[in-house]
């Protein structure tokens, strides 16, 4: 991909979907330079239903892009235009994030809610328990469930921030939740945010990435909740691991040290379980 006049531009040439969001800026006043990427979800029923209500002036409320959950992808708002997703916002000793950055709108549901026969959205559908992730936030709260993003749209997603953060230069990639905390708890727990950031900004040192992890969680033989656990599983919380590969949300790792005596083990963990050695993130 790439991008043409502030709009993304498919391999083939053609500009990807784009449906015309009214909620933005007008005139001078809203062109951006942009400095950041900010990631959110959407917490609504499907990607049509959250383009259909952001492309709705009632709504009062835009991003630049909605990634649907098999990775499609639709414009609402050029790069280079102030849409309205971040509201009262600092980061980095800076305020007003609507003004300097881009947002993605991921289609997610968001907090799960448990119930006698198995997780549900706020709105009552059934989330498979594979497409669950328990976890608690990192800005605070216990531990509930949050549904999973799914692979093709984490693929997609990143190819897009890639694509993003090497034209427009961009200096960080965030989560609603970092910039608004008080406020805002997307993308959530569910989100890799830590590899996803390294992914598209890239890290300074050289050298293996080196994760942990924040939960107990299983190691498996291959990229998915379908492969069988390793022996080893579960994995203690701040378990030591060194990245080998990435294929979507799932890590191919090496283990550092031992667990109940076994060495030199390698597998695959989930990306919503791990963070960067020392980012002090714990479920």
Not at 224 to 231: A, I, S, Y
């Given at each position: 991909m790439k991008i043409r006049n502030h709009r993304l531009i498919r391999d083939d040439g053609a500009a990807v979907?784009?449906?015309a969001s009214p909620n933005v800026t007008k005139g001078n006043r809203g062109r951006i330079q942009p400095e950041y990427l900010v990631m959110h979800y959407?917490?609504?029923a499907s990607a049509q239903s959250s383009i259909n209500w952001l492309t709705n002036r009632e709504s009062e409320a835009s991003a630049h892009l909605v990634?649907?959950?098999d990775g499609a992808v639709t414009q609402l708002v050029p790069f280079n235009r102030k849409a309205w997703h971040a509201g009262p916002s600092r980061w980095a000793g800076r305020s007003g994030l609507n003004s300097i950055s881009i947002g993605i709108e991921l289609a997610n549901a968001g907090p799960l809610v448990r119930r006698a026969n198995g997780w549900t959205t706020g709105w009552g559908a059934a989330v498979a328990d594979e497409d669950v992730v328990e976890a608690a936030h990192d800005n605070g709260g216990s531990v509930r469930g949050w549904q999973a993003y799914p692979t093709p749209q984490l693929e997609s997603a990143l190819d897009v921030a890639a694509v993003l953060g090497r034209?427009?230069?961009?200096?960080?990639?965030?989560?609603?939740?970092d910039i608004a905390p008080a406020r805002k708890e997307d993308p959530g727990p569910a989100f890799p945010k830590a590899s996803f950031r390294s992914a598209v900004i890239g890290r300074a040192e050289d050298?293996?990435?080196l994760i942990e992890?924040?939960?107990a969680v299983n190691i498996r033989a291959g990229?998915?909740?379908?492969?069988?656990?390793?022996?080893v599983s579960p994995l203690p919380p701040a378990t030591r691991l060194e990245v080998v590969s990435v294929q979507g949300v799932w890590r191919e790792v090496n283990l550092i040290g031992a667990v109940d005596g076994e060495t030199n083990v390698q597998g695959w963990v989930h990306g919503g379980f791990v963070a960067p050695v020392g980012s002090g993130a714990r479920s």
């Open positions: 979907a784009f449906v959407t917490a609504g990634i649907a959950r034209h427009y230069r961009l200096s960080d990639v965030v989560g609603h939740d050298g293996p990435e992890t924040t939960t990229p998915g909740t379908g492969h069988e656990k390793l022996p």
